[in-house]
């Protein structure tokens, strides 16, 4: 079955640790996305990439990097700068067409202790 | 810029009762809309989607029409269930390239 995975569901960390999520698509979508949610807001954009080795910051990319070696993996690292990082991180793609539609991963659970 | 504005929940119904969850939003040229749904520890899946003005999409007997006139995306169930019980995310794309969502209406459906 075509899908996107995220791994791992739950993840902790001391504060002050880098960590990386891992996300992998095998949709064959060139565009993939990062975004961070919190109780009661909505969905906010971290990182997307619309082509391999291309990245472009979302509305709140501090603390965070990307990178997108290949076109089904697109990792996010968080980074010790980022001041709030407990949270839960969706990955999504998209291929393209004129609906824009994306997919989501079943998301990471990040608690920084 | 583009925004997309939802009605505050939790909105709580009993089984089958009439869902409306509202929906605006504000964008420069002609977004396409969408639904998503979330359930508890999962990701997003769409639910219905639009590209133009009076399209109604339709599934899983939810229903939302395009109002360009309202700028609206109001989602609809005649009839809800337990299952339905879910966080929804109405959401715009209007460059094609990124989504902007609500901040979701939690939906709570009590037998």
């Known amino acids: 079955d075509g899908g996107i995975t995220q791994s791992p569901k739950y993840l902790f960390r001391k504060e002050g640790q880098n960590v990386t999520l891992s996300c992998e698509q095998n949709?064959?979508?060139?565009?993939m996305y990062w975004y961070r949610q919190d109780p009661g807001q909505g969905l906010r954009l971290i990182y997307y990439?619309?082509?391999?080795?291309?990245?472009q910051k979302g509305d709140i990319a501090e603390g965070y990097s990307v990178s997108r070696e290949k076109k089904e993996s697109f990792p996010l690292t968080v980074t010790s700068a980022q001041k709030n990082p407990t949270a839960f991180y969706l990955c999504?793609?998209?291929?393209?067409?004129?609906?824009?539609?994306?997919?989501f991963g079943p998301g990471t659970r990040l608690t920084v202790l | 810029g583009d925004s997309v504005t939802q009605m505050e929940g939790p909105v709580t119904l009993s089984e089958e009762a009439f869902l409306t969850i509202n929906c605006t939003y504000t964008a420069t040229g002609y977004p396409s809309l969408f639904w998503y749904v979330q359930y508890p520890g999962e990701g997003l899946q769409l639910l219905l989607k639009a590209t133009k003005a009076d399209d109604k999409g339709s599934n899983k007997g939810f229903e939302a029409t395009y109002r360009k006139e309202t700028t609206s995306f109001h989602l609809e169930k005649g009839s809800v269930q337990v299952s339905d019980s879910a966080v929804y995310f109405c959401?715009?794309?209007?460059?094609?390239?990124?989504?902007?969502f609500g901040t979701g209406t939690r939906l709570q459906v009590f037998p």
């Open positions: 959401a715009l794309s209007d460059r094609g390239d990124k989504l902007i």
């Open positions: 990439s619309q082509i391999v080795n291309d990245f």
């Open positions: 949709l064959n979508h060139d565009a």
């Open positions: 999504a793609s998209n291929g393209g067409g004129s609906y824009n539609e994306q997919f």
